[in-house]
DNA sequence: CCTACCGATCGGTAGG
DNA sequence: CCTACCGATCGGTAGG
């Protein structure tokens, strides 16, 4: 591999990353990316065949499940409890360092239509196989099984603290300050007071 | 008001409304919405002011928040447990007529920055002043307190189970068959198998 | 409500 | 890796 054809491409999957979430897939130009990486516009055409090469290329890099997966096998947790809290936090922690990433799913799942959904799960599951064991281990302490259930739920989770947080600082009820270790309660114990569950 | 003319418009707002859902804001021509709506492009505009009016148009009619409010008030439940079930059904069971609108929702946020939640919010927290108080009548039986984070909670709920569902459906975890009634369950009773809440 | 048009910009390519 | 170009399409408007 040339490091100066190398070096290029990551620049320009780099601009490419933030103008699309910042505009979406179709608000965003080839030539807005070339000029954000100081590119002229035929440039490109050296490292991608197309726009959609770009942006397949941005979700399989910054795509919170691949940024944070690897990360995962170094979450600690004596009980269920601190161990969910904990990967709450991580998860949370990697969305604040680059907010503009849920864009992209967002943008991935509507414009784009799911289109690199599958090729992305087959490349993290086999990562994940890792990370399964641990959460079965503590599968006596939780009230469901499945482990893809805990995955979608926990999804939730991270949407009603940090996007409908966003959300909201645009409308009156901007100056709510539920935290997400609130949020986390929420998940670990529900929302009724007393557990009535069969 | 002519009726003609309302009549025109409303269909206007429908075909932007499937376009954008489809194809995103920039990625639905004016053009496109014209001949949806077997109009020549010029038409367009003796209804609208530009497509901005249009998308805004088509938040402030079709956003989930708007078309299920009114029906919140003949949610009945005797205790908070059977309440919140049946808002949950309530809002999946709207969702399902229109699983576009999900799309509109993100788009707005995306592609218009959520230009519209300001006004889209003042728009509905009037109305749902008559649901809140019955909210907070179940408060006892609740273990927070704030109907805010009820609310982002309970977008989490629907999230965990419709967006992630459609994700899923791409990938290699497309036999999940987690119902919305478990979704309802862990949101109800938490991911803990005890309470040891504080 | 339509036809015909405006300048601007689009994704992509040829040729060097 | 850039310059110069292709045909197509964009949002919007004038004029009737």
Chains 1, 2 share one sequence.
Request: proline share 4%; glycine share 6%; no cysteine.
């Amino acid at each position: 591999m040339d490091q100066e054809l190398t070096n290029t491409k990551e620049i320009l999957i780099e601009a490419a990353y933030m103008l699309f979430a910042e505009q979406g897939y179709h608000g965003t130009s080839m030539r807005h990316i070339a000029k954000r990486a100081n590119l002229a516009l035929g440039g490109i055409y050296n490292h991608f065949d197309n726009k959609e090469e770009i942006f397949k290329e941005v979700v399989l890099t910054y795509h919170p499940f691949v940024v944070a997966l690897p990360q995962f096998t170094a979450v600690e947790g004596s009980s269920a409890a601190e161990f969910l809290r904990n990967v709450a936090h991580l998860i949370i922690q990697e969305i604040e360092k680059r907010p503009e990433i849920l864009n992209i799913v967002f943008i991935e799942m509507v414009e784009l239509k799911g289109q690199h959904l599958n090729e992305l799960a087959e490349q993290i599951l086999p990562k994940a196989e890792g990370f399964a064991p641990r959460l079965l281990a503590l599968t006596d302490q939780l009230r469901s099984v499945s482990p893809v259930m805990i995955l979608r739920s926990f999804a939730g989770l991270i949407f009603s603290y940090f996007v409908t947080g966003k959300m909201l600082a645009n409308t009156p009820l901007a100056n709510d300050t539920t935290t997400l270790d609130e949020f986390i309660d929420l998940y670990l114990h529900g929302v009724l007071k007393e557990s009535t569950a069969p």
